[in-house]
């Protein structure tokens, strides 16, 4: 059994989800939005991302692989493309995670492919430490140092996604 030690507990996510939802509502007051989500880490704090929006939103789908294991391979593909048209529609593009920032580079170049009138990127984390490319991120919930994190939605080889706070898989020495 692996021991995790907790960075984010389960109640600061709540808090700054709900905050994030407000600072969005007003930003996109009066507006439509697609709340594109890149599958499948960011799929738990969009759902309780979207419960605090007060704008009007639809939400699709995209999912994107750069990954094995802890590392990125520095290859990014497009696993899922999106369903809806987002022509002339405003994106918020809601990640888990930036960090080197190649995924969300690939993926904003990408859907601006689709002629949206907009494309603006929320994060529940910034691993800042690790950026190699320089991306705008407009919502920020958490800046996190170079550590492997899991749970509310990331995970290690498909595991702790269920978790409903963030942490890092401990080593224990034997």
Do not use: W
Request: charged letters at 30%.
């Amino acid at each position: 059994m692996e021991k995790i030690a907790t960075i984010v507990t389960k109640d600061e996510i709540q808090r700054k989800v709900a905050e994030l939802g407000s600072l969005i509502s007003v930003d996109y007051k009066d507006r439509d939005v697609v709340l594109v989500c890149n599958l499948k880490g960011a799929f738990i704090f969009l759902a309780d991302l979207c419960r605090h929006i007060t704008a009007r939103i639809s939400i699709d789908f995209i999912a994107t692989t750069s990954y094995k294991g802890t590392r990125s391979t520095g290859t990014v593909r497009i696993i899922k493309d999106l369903k809806l048209d987002v022509r002339g529609k405003h994106i918020l593009l809601v990640e888990d995670i930036v960090d080197t920032g190649y995924t969300l580079d690939y993926t904003m170049k990408y859907l601006a492919l689709h002629g949206p009138e907009s494309i603006r990127v929320c994060t529940l984390l910034d691993k800042r430490c690790k950026r190699e490319i320089d991306v705008n991120i407009d919502y920020i919930g958490f800046e996190v140092s170079d550590r492997f994190v899991i749970g509310y939605g990331l995970d290690y080889d498909e595991r702790f996604r269920e978790l409903d706070y963030i942490g890092e898989i401990i080593q224990e020495e034997n």
